[in-house]
């Protein structure tokens, strides 16, 4: 057959292929109108083998294990990828010794911590006198008690905070300001006795508040953290709204709603699906916990805040000043003269990324 008159021998059309998720658009403003909405950056979840971006862990779980992988990653990642963290490993050795580390044990009941605690000890956590300087970051937990005709009023019943050691900083039942109608014992273990001699909710406030603000006054607080600490949880607009407290939202790290761990139509995930899932135990079996909840959502925390992207973000530092009028400082006609590495390299992401809460505290402390 004539060369000529092969259809296959004719100049494909050229692709313009985005370089964080691959991307590829048959015209470069497509390519530039894409890389506008997606905000791709070095803090999105990765392939460690093919670099390929995912919008959430879920979606590169999906990539390396899901129904329809990636035949080349997934045969690999079999072999050596922690299922837990998704990291990929040099062999199998290196993964064992891993994993024993990546998967944690179930924290220790709430009871037996409070059997083992004197009266005078958690009493001096009261007033937050026991808090290390070095603490940045408290878990909260409230369990909920039904109030209102039909019990759907939710009332907070009890409260835990710990820090990032794992220790009780605050314990207590709450007395409800409102009649309990249900006190849903079977999932809050909670019952009258309990809430009878519970703590008044103002005290409670008071509390939580000397604890978080840490003697910052709010306004500082409101700008650029100062002191107070940064409070994690798992949709806390629901536990700061029944303790009627009001907090900065920049000092919140809701496990609900912080993108990576959501679903790619930014759905949360329950806590007892991403402690499963990303530490490797089970929660709310039972009777809910606060002490175990605030444990697993500090880990989650954690695990994400100690991502090495500040390395990265150090690195790229001089991009970030040309970068932050975004995209639409740029001409249309400018950003199709870019490579897709460089309009990669003005991208920014969408949220902000825990790990640079550990970066900004270790440079604020230097």
């Known amino acids: 057959m004539d060369s000529e008159s092969d259809p296959s021998s004719k100049t494909q059309p050229k692709r313009h292929r985005c370089s964080a998720c691959f991307k590829q658009f048959k015209r470069k403003d497509h390519l530039v109108e894409h890389m506008k909405i997606s905000y791709h950056s070095h803090h999105q979840p990765k392939c460690g083998l093919c670099r390929k971006h995912c919008k959430c862990f879920q979606s590169l779980r999906e990539h390396l294990t899901g129904k329809l992988p990636s035949s080349s990653c997934s045969k690999i990642f079999a072999d050596r990828g922690c299922d837990l963290c998704l990291n990929l490993f040099d062999n199998a050795d290196d993964l064992s010794k ?9 924290p220790t009941p709430l009871a037996t911590k409070l059997v083992a605690s004197s009266p005078d000890v958690l009493m001096g956590y009261f007033g937050g006198k026991g808090i290390g300087e070095g603490v940045k970051a ?9 109030g209102g005709n039909d019990g759907t009023t939710d ?9 990032e050691d794992e220790n009780i900083i605050f314990h207590t039942y709450v007395q409800p300001q409102f009649p309990v109608t249900d006190y849903r014992s079977e999932v809050t273990g909670l019952t009258e006795e309990h809430l009878k001699d519970g703590m008044p909710l103002k005290q409670v406030q008071e509390i939580i508040s000397d604890i978080l603000y840490n003697g910052e006054s709010v306004g500082k607080a409101r700008s650029d953290g100062g002191k107070a600490r940064l409070l994690v949880g798992h ?12 907090y900065p939202p ?15 139509n930014l759905v949360s995930y329950s806590l007892k699906y991403l402690t499963h899932t990303y530490l490797g135990y089970e929660i709310q079996t039972g009777e809910h916990d606060p002490y ?3 444990v697993s959502v500090m880990r989650l925390y954690k695990r994400i805040r100690s991502l090495d992207h500040y390395q990265v973000e150090q690195q790229v530092k001089k991009m970030i000043q040309r970068r932050r009028d975004g995209y639409f400082s740029w001409k249309l006609n400018e950003l199709e003269k870019m490579s897709p590495d460089e309009l990669y390299q003005i991208s920014e992401s969408s949220y902000k990324c825990w790990c640079l809460d550990l970066g900004s ?5 230097s």
């Open 292 to 294: 175990e909840d605030c």
């Open 98 to 106: 891993h994993r024993e580390k990546c998967r944690f044990s179930p």
């Open 235 to 246: 949709s806390l607009d629901h536990d700061l709204d029944c303790l009627r407290i009001s």
């Open 250 to 264: 920049n000092l919140l790290r809701d496990t609900a709603k912080y993108r990576p761990l959501m679903k790619t």
């Open 361 to 365: 505290s270790s440079s604020s402390s």
């Open 138 to 146: 408290i878990a909260i937990d409230c369990e909920m008690v039904g």
């Open 155 to 163: 009332l907070c019943g009890q409260v835990c905070l710990v820090d």
